[in-house]
């Protein structure tokens, strides 16, 4: 008899990939309103970026948190929160007029990414995925969140063309509440929920106690540093720090024809790259050792942002560092999540990965929040890039001594053959 295959594309991964993209994408333009807003009202450049700074920390707080709603009451519960959330953070950010207000409404936007982003609907997509499929699964879902990139920062640059900041705003929130129409779609296999209350806790505290899951941990902060840095000052950075644009070439002869375009394409670009980077990286992972293709990964990130910041900023940099970074972008989140679920199992892999995923945000709010306050002491990122290079050595360093066994086999014939 013929052995079936288990589908890879199947309605949870298809509905997942959707709530993500239409997440990733309001998420990843809120650099483009860092100039807009700070000259509306005169703010430093430090304040809206104290605000996308709190925004990513709340992000991390909540991703533990929504992981076990998820596996408490139900992933569709925990994704219509999530989108609840979200789109009253950006409600209420339309109408705000002082720092304070933005930067504790962006609590709310922080949130609602948790219950909507990528470590919720990642451990989602990963639950219902077969084991042979998983893995491309997981990069799937990530690449969604890519292509959400893709389209969100032009898009809101073309929105502000012709309306403001605030309607954007209003215009993204009713986006994500649409999102939940696919919900129907999203019924993944979870634990019980006496199985869930009888050892929850105690896995949690085998992961805690493990050197391995530490080094995860730490591991990811860089992730969260430079993609949050980038995704919040690159399209200033570009505006203010870039070359000209030279009429006649091939930027201009497609519609590029300012620094500010460039600076929001930048952005797309890298989420156009980081597709293919992410499902190759997926691809990678089923076959060879997730550990060390971080550190690869981690290796490659290093040498890309160094060069590109000893060299001159043009147009052609610009172009090829988004190309180069964004093939790197978020190829780790498939590999770090296959690996938290590889060691841990995939019972508890929301709340694990959650916690994980909280240093990526710690990473992210650190990232967000210097850029903006290096560039307003010394008027430029020079030195935050530098720290970004810094931090991505570490991780690739700190991946190696990585654990890659199962935790149930540690100690087993079966764990010694695999180490």
């Known amino acids: 008899m013929q052995e079936t295959r288990a589908p890879l594309f199947t309605p949870v991964l298809i509905g997942g990939c959707i709530v993500i993209m239409i997440s990733f994408a309001i998420r990843a333009s809120f650099g483009v309103f860092q100039i807009p807003i700070a000259e509306e009202f005169g703010w430093l450049r430090a304040e809206f970026s104290l605000a996308i700074a ?7 707080v909540g991703q533990p948190i929504f992981g076990a709603i998820a596996e408490k009451f139900g992933d569709r519960k925990a994704v219509i929160l999530g989108a609840l959330t979200y789109a009253a953070g950006l409600v209420l950010s339309a109408y705000a007029i002082t720092p304070g207000a933005h930067q504790w409404i962006e609590i709310l936007v922080g949130f609602g990414i948790a219950g909507t982003g990528m470590g919720l609907i990642i451990a989602i997509v990963g639950r219902a995925a077969s084991d042979e499929n998983r893995s491309m699964a997981l990069g799937i879902a990530t690449a969604a969140g890519s292509m959400g990139q893709v389209i969100g920062a032009p898009t809101a640059e073309w929105l502000l063309g012709f309306m403001s900041w605030q309607n954007v705003f209003l215009v993204f929130a009713a986006a994500i509440l649409l999102a939940l129409l696919v919900l129907p779609m999203m019924r993944a296999p979870v634990a019980n929920k006496a199985d869930i209350e009888e050892s929850m806790s105690e896995i949690l ?15 990811f902060f860089s992730c969260g540093y430079q993609l949050s840095f980038v995704t919040a000052h690159f399209p200033a950075f570009v505006t203010e720090m870039c070359g000209p644009i030279q009429p006649g070439g091939m930027l201009y002869s497609v519609g590029i024809t300012t620094t500010s375009a460039l600076g929001a394409v930048a952005i797309s670009l890298i989420g156009l790259a980081n597709i293919g980077g992410t499902l190759f990286a997926s691809w990678l992972g089923k076959r060879y050792s997730k550990k060390y293709l971080l550190a690869i990964i981690y290796t490659l990130r290093t040498i890309v942002a160094a060069a590109f ?6 147009p052609t940099s610009v172009v090829l560092f988004s190309l180069a970074m964004g093939s790197l972008w978020l190829a ?8 938290v679920a590889y060691i841990y199992g995939l019972r508890y892999m929301g709340t694990l990965y959650g916690f994980v995923f909280f240093s990526h945000q710690l990473g992210s709010f650190l990232g967000v929040w210097l850029g903006g306050r290096m560039y307003d002491l010394t008027g430029d990122y020079t030195a935050v890039w530098w720290v970004g290079v810094g931090v991505g050595a570490f991780s690739a360093i700190v991946h190696l001594p990585v654990k890659e066994i199962p935790l149930k086999l540690r100690g087993s014939p079966a764990g010694a053959a695999n180490a």
């Open 309 to 314: 910041i000893m060299l001159p900023i043009t």
């Open 332 to 339: 780790t989140i498939p590999l770090t999540s296959g690996l």
């Open 205 to 219: 505290g085998k992961a805690f106690r493990d050197p391995s899951y530490t080094l995860i941990f730490l591991g």
């Open 54 to 60: 709190i925004q990513n920390l709340a992000w991390g």
